[in-house]
C-alpha cells in the first residue's frame, strides 16, 4: 500500500517551513548550521533567536561572506559538541 503524501507547511514564497528554534532547543540542539548555496557553510551558536523564531525564517536573511550570495539552508546542528564531526571555524554571519 503506498504512503500517503505528507502535507509540509510552506512560506509564501514556496519555501518549506522549518521547525522554531525553541522546538530545536527542547530537543537539547544549541547550534545551527548555516550552508551557502554555494557550498560554503558555518557553525553559529543559535541563543541569539528567539523560541518562536522558525530556522527558515532566518534563512533569506544570510550573505554568505565567502561569495556574496544571498539566502542559506539553516539546519540543526546535532553534532555541535563532537570535534570529530562538528564544523569548525566559527565566524559571526550578518
Known amino acids: ?9 510552506t512560506h509564501a514564497d514556496s519555501r518549506s517551513m522549518k521547525i522554531t528554534f525553541g522546538e530545536m532547543r527542547r530537543m537539547g540542539v544549541r547550534g545551527v548550521l548555516v550552508y551557502c548555496h554555494s557550498g560554503h557553510h558555518v557553525a553559529l551558536d543559535a541563543d541569539r533567536w528567539a523560541n518562536e523564531v522558525r530556522l527558515s525564517d532566518i534563512e533569506p536573511r544570510f550573505v554568505c561572506v565567502g561569495c556574496g550570495s544571498r539566502g542559506a539552508d539553516v539546519r540543526p546542528d546535532f553534532d555541535r559538541g563532537n570535534p570529530q564531526l562538528a564544523i569548525t571555524g566559527y565566524r559571526n554571519a550578518r
Open 1 to 9: 500500500m503506498p504512503r500517503p503524501k505528507r502535507h509540509t507547511p
